[in-house]
């Protein structure tokens, strides 16, 4: 049996046995969240969590027909780990809206901003993996003390800042590229470097599997449209 009667095997067991096909998945991820010290590779170990996660707030069914919910609550963990990673930022707060919007509330060490934007683009491909995010309006809230400061400084002088905070490369391969109120993601490097291209599913590797067509902002997160 090669790898794609396995495949449409699979396929036809879920169509023809969902509902036993559902509970047998969930309580695979139950398994490998319970023993992931055990069953797991010592490098996969940190996907597990995030994975299960996801898992957990999406349907089999509604994944199966390429479209992967991830809420507000996911997105703002993983931002977590990028302020505690940070000297001068302190938190990154996510907020979606129906209308397409997307609100990050920043604490920085100068003061808090609100930044209100949309996703113009978000893909993945064996070409790229970025995503594009266009802001439209820019709010400083600090208050008491920082207010007086602020009240003095320009919107130049609050570009500069976000341009120092967004213009960079991470030392995971992740490169932030900010300019005329846009912000490009550039996940292609991290993509090459990560466990997703060195462990293979039926002689295609992970990060192969799955391509992302576009993100539609949605009230409480964000919805990806895939295509296996």
Not at 37 to 50: F, G, K, M
Not at 95 to 118: A, P, T, W
Not at 190 to 196: E, M, V
Request: glycine share 4%; with cysteine; aromatic share 10%.
């Amino acid at each position: 049996m090669d790898n794609q009667q396995i495949i449409d095997l699979c396929k036809l067991f879920y169509t023809e046995k969902t509902s036993e096909s559902i509970s047998f998945i969930n309580t695979v991820a139950d398994f490998v969240l319970e023993n992931k010290d055990i069953v797991v590779n010592e490098d996969l170990r940190p996907l597990v969590a995030p994975l299960y996660n996801l898992w957990t707030i999406n349907a089999l069914p509604e994944i199966l027909n390429g479209r992967l919910f991830i809420s507000e609550a996911f997105i703002n963990s993983m931002l977590t780990q990028v302020s505690a990673n940070s000297s001068v930022l302190k938190s990154i707060d996510v907020n979606c809206y129906d209308s397409g919007n997307v609100d990050f509330m920043v604490s920085h060490q100068m003061g808090r901003f609100l930044i209100k934007g949309e996703i113009v683009e978000c893909s993945h491909n064996n070409q790229k993996s970025i995503l594009v995010f266009c802001i439209n309006n820019k709010q400083v809230l600090s208050d008491g003390s920082i207010s007086k400061i602020f009240s003095q400084l320009t919107m130049n002088v609050i570009n500069k800042a976000l341009d120092n905070m967004l213009n960079k490369s991470l030392p995971n391969g992740i490169k932030f590229i900010y300019g005329a109120d846009v912000v490009t993601v550039d996940f292609k490097d991290f993509i090459a470097r990560s466990i997703l291209k060195k462990y293979k599913l039926f002689e295609r590797c992970l990060a192969d599997w799955v391509v992302i067509e576009k993100a539609l902002v949605v009230d409480g997160g964000i919805e990806l449209r895939l295509k296996f």
